[in-house]
T-cell receptor, first 115, second 115 residues
Framework: ETGVTQSPTHLIKTRGQQVTLRCSSQSGHNTVSWYQQALGQGPQFIFQ???????GRGNFPPRFSGLQFPNYSSELNVNALELDDSALYLC??????????????FGAGSRLTVL | AQSVTQLDSHVSVSEGTPVLLRCNYS??????LFWYVQHPNKGLQLLLK??????LVKGINGFEAEFKKSETSFHLTKPSAHMSDAAEYFC?????????????FGTGTRLTIIP
């Protein structure tokens, strides 16, 4: 059983650029969530994808968007990067519809620095 | 609405002494509560969870937590600290067991173990 893997692990962008972060879910999981963790803070919910549809969204602007693919992998896209987007982006997967559905398995994250 | 307050941003204990990390929560529902641990460059790992069964919950690595509804608390304890326990700990609340609701994280408590 593989865990959640994310890529890239680190990246640096400049203001105004666009970034795509990728996530492979744990085997057997059907749902992916993305969280943003700013330095010294707890993770903040960005959105969740279930059956390739957005299934809930936190307080993030539309320039944060996502995709879930038929194999349950996922992408997080951020357009028009701002300095405050610098953070660790965490992907988490889970199996909705099964016992313990609210237990998430997290990846190690992608650390984004915006200059 | 739901929220979590971790009462200490930083806790230092000597190796072999007890650990207490404090968490208070607020939720409009009968919540699920979790403790996650984050080691540097590692993903968030679930320590334990409460989902309306026994109020004293045992987790991995000797950690346990007690759900006290009257005090709206979910403090994390361990009888004897080990050097490997040094990490960031997050108290987390979810309004349901179903997995389709976002997790709300506290701001974290950094645990330092003194040799």
């Amino acid at each position: 059983e593989t865990g959640v893997t994310q890529s890239p692990t680190h990246l640096i962008k400049t203001r105004g650029q666009q970034v795509t972060l990728r996530c492979s879910s744990q085997s057997g999981h059907n749902t992916v969530s993305w969280y943003q963790q700013a330095l010294g803070q707890g993770p903040q919910f960005i959105f969740q994808y279930y059956r390739e549809e957005e299934n809930g969204r936190g307080n993030f602007p539309p320039r944060f968007s996502g995709l879930q693919f038929p194999n349950y992998s996922s992408e997080l896209n951020v357009n028009a990067l701002e300095l405050d987007d610098s953070a660790l982006y965490l992907c988490a997967s889970q199996l909705i519809g099964a016992p313990g559905a609210n237990v998430l398995t997290f990846g190690a994250g992608s650390r984004l620095t915006v200059l | 609405a739901q929220s979590v307050t971790q009462l200490d941003s930083h806790v230092s204990v000597s190796e072999g002494t007890p650990v207490l990390l404090r968490c208070n929560y607020s939720s409009s529902y009968s919540p699920s509560l979790f403790w996650y641990v984050q080691h540097p460059n590692k993903g968030l790992q679930l320590l334990l969870k409460y989902t309306s069964a026994a109020t004293l919950v045992k987790g991995i690595n000797g950690f346990e937590a007690e759900f006290k509804k009257s005090e709206t608390s979910f403090h994390l304890t361990k009888p004897s600290a080990h050097m490997s326990d040094a990490a960031e700990y997050f108290c987390v609340v979810s309004p349901t067991n179903f997995g389709n609701e976002k997790l709300t994280f506290g701001t974290g408590t950094r645990l330092t173990i003194i040799p």
